[in-house]
T-cell receptor, first 115, second 110 residues
């Protein structure tokens, strides 16, 4: 089946530093990837839609200068959390649509803790 | 009004029983509806999706869709303790984006 590989699975960083999260589609090409954030006991909130070769589309309230998205190839999208602060600590998950009959598949998620 | 509303739970059923999970959505333009299962600390796993009115069965799972009522449900037959998780309803909205409900936490008691 279609697999989206996400790394790292967890990361702890100091306040003010930047963290990069990678998502790769392993056996299919993902023209579009979606980035979600999930706080404890809450649902997934869409942050942005990443399109290969073009600028990402951010949801209302998401700072595009803080959450940098790059989708340089059909198999790789990255999310960089810049100048991270403790309130950015969350579970970040990427997703890609595999096809009309397969739905959307998710990466394994990245647990970010900013100290 | 929230875009997607699910029965708040938590829902507790005995092993072997039928678990019923409900979801309503506000976007009448939604055409496809996805059910995901999420274990604590993990990312969501697709259970099934439905896009036609009526029922769709896959093993122990049955999804039901009523577009006129803007209602979708998931039935789990012969519930097992391993089914204990949070179940997320996600209509496909404009821009081919999934919009998630807050989820229903299900506990299946042995």
């Amino acid at each position: 089946g279609a697999v989206v590989s996400q790394h790292p699975s967890w990361v702890i960083c100091k306040s003010g530093t930047s963290v990069k999260i990678e998502c790769r589609s392993l056996d299919f090409q993902a023209t579009t990837m979606f980035w979600y954030r999930q706080f404890p006991k809450q649902s997934l909130m869409l942050m942005a839609t990443s399109n290969e070769g073009s600028k990402a589309t951010y949801e209302q309230g998401v700072e595009k200068d803080k959450f940098l998205i790059n989708h340089a190839s059909l198999t790789l999208s990255t999310l960089t959390v810049t100048s991270a602060h403790p309130e950015d600590s969350s579970f970040y998950i990427c997703s890609a649509r595999v096809g009309a009959n397969y739905g959307y598949t998710f990466g394994s998620g990245t647990r970010l803790t900013v100290v | 009004q929230k875009e997607v509303e699910q029965n708040s739970g938590p829902l507790s059923v005995p092993e072997g029983a039928i678990a019923s999970l409900n979801c309503t959505y506000s976007d009448r333009g939604s055409q496809s509806f996805f059910w995901y299962r999420q274990y604590s600390g993990k990312s969501p796993e697709l259970i099934m999706f439905i896009y036609s009115n009526g029922d769709k069965e896959d093993g122990r799972f049955t999804a039901q869709l009523n577009k006129a009522s803007q209602y979708v449900s998931l039935l789990i037959r012969d519930s097992q303790p391993s089914d204990s998780a949070t179940y997320l309803c996600a209509p496909l909205t404009s821009g081919s984006r999934l919009t998630f409900g807050e989820g229903t936490q299900l506990t299946v008691n042995p």
